[in-house]
C-alpha cells in the first residue's frame, strides 16, 4: 500500500517562503533533530512542483524522483521524470512495489493538488518560531476538509514544533 506523507516546515504564521519564495528563515532553525536525513531514507519516492525543484535543484539518489510541471512534455533531465496531470491519476499509476513511501516535498500549488484529490495519507509539519507577515502558505485554495487525527507532537530545543497528523480519506 502506498504512504503518501507531507513533510515540511511553515512558520507560525503559516508560511512556507517569503513573498520571492526564499526559504532563508529557516537555515537559522534547521536542526539535526529533526532527522530528516532518517525521514529520507525510508521514502523510495519524492515528489515536488516545478518552483520547488528549479529553486533547490533537488534530485535524491537511489529515490523515484518526479516534478509535476505544466511543461512536463518539454523538460528533460537525468534522474528525474517530469509529469504533469492529476495527481491521483498519477499516483494510481505507480507501481506499488518501488513506490510504497512517497514524500510530496512542495510547493504549496502542488501540495494543495494533493490534498483536494485525496492524496495524503500523513502530515508532518514543522511549526518555525517566526512570524513572517507575508509570503507564500502552505496552505491555497483548499476545497476539501478532509478529518485530520493527530498522533503526536514533538518539541525541539530550538522552539520548532512538529505536528504528526493522519489524514482520512
Known sequence: MKKITLYIAQSLDGYIASKDGSVSFLDKYFSE???????IKKMDTVIQGHTTYKQFKSKYPDKNNYVFSMNADTLSEEGVTFVKGSVKKFVESLNENTH???WVVGGSNL?????NEGQVNEMRIFVIPILLKDGIPL??????SPKLTLQNTKSYSNGTTELRYTVSK
Open 33 to 39: 533533530e529533526f532527522e530528516t536525513d532518517k525521514f
Open 100 to 102: 510504497k513511501n512517497i
Open 111 to 115: 501540495i494543495t493538488q494533493f490534498l
Open 139 to 144: 496552505f491555497q485554495n483548499l476545497e476539501v
